[in-house]
């Protein structure tokens, strides 16, 4: 299996823009996490799915945060619009769900908003 | 909710030496998960150890080795023979041994081997 698949690995963008991150969890996995990373925060648990439903969002900041799981196999964090506060790793995991696996992490995506 | 604590947010070791990385967490949860997560400069989160609260044996991976304290609610990481591509930040996590499978993260500790 390729792990855990995030894209893009590198975003900038334009303050007020639009930004899609993507991640495409281990086939199997049932639950999936996005987090952020930040050097003031550390790792923040955004929002996480189980069986593609939304579980807690508590951790989204802003209305202009939004998730969503289609399918099993897709999921997008979408941020709209973005300002430069939102400059982060934004990390995406999957996990399987009731068996006390770990949480495997993609390469994260470094997102800077100028 | 459940905390995660790393009281230490930078460390350094000589190659070769030993280090101990500490995390205490607080949950009223009798059974649950707890693991040491890597992140080298790559970024990349690799998964070090892990836990189970109901097993008193503590966690061996190598040159990693955990110090597992239920009762004092305490996790600690010793590295062994510390290497170069040991140098990394290092987080600790809990997870609730129920249908949530929700992941808490401590702030991490920033480990420098120094050759």
């Known amino acids: 299996d390729a792990g855990v698949i995030q894209s893009p690995r590198h975003e900038v963008t334009e303050m007020g823009q639009e930004v899609t991150l993507r991640c495409k969890p281990i086939s199997g996995h049932n639950s999936l996490f996005w987090y952020r990373q930040t050097m003031m925060r550390g790792l923040e648990l955004l929002i996480y799915f189980n069986n593609n439903v939304p579980i807690d969002d508590s951790g989204m900041p802003e209305d202009r945060f939004s998730a969503k799981m289609p399918n099993a196999s897709f999921s997008t964090l979408k941020i709209q619009p973005s300002e430069p506060r939102d400059s982060a790793v934004y990390f995406c995991a999957s996990s399987l769900r009731g068996y006390g696996t770990e949480a495997f992490f993609g390469q994260g995506t470094r997102l800077t908003v100028v | 909710a459940q905390t995660v604590t790393q009281s230490q947010p930078e460390m350094s070791v000589q190659e070769a030496e030993t280090v101990t990385l500490s995390c205490t967490y607080d949950?009223?949860?009798?059974?649950?998960?707890l693991f040491w997560y890597k992140q080298p400069p790559s970024r990349q989160m690799i998964l070090v150890i892990r836990?189970?609260?109901?097993?008193?044996q503590n966690a061996t991976e190598n040159r990693f080795s955990v110090n597992f304290q239920k009762a004092a609610k305490s996790f600690s990481l010793k590295i062994s023979d510390s290497q170069l591509g040991d140098t990394a930040m290092y987080f600790c996590a809990f997870m609730k041994d129920d249908t949530g499978n929700q992941f808490y993260f401590g702030t991490g500790t920033s480990l420098t081997v120094i050759p």
């Open positions: 949950t009223s949860e009798n059974n649950y998960y």
């Open positions: 836990q189970e609260a109901y097993k008193q």
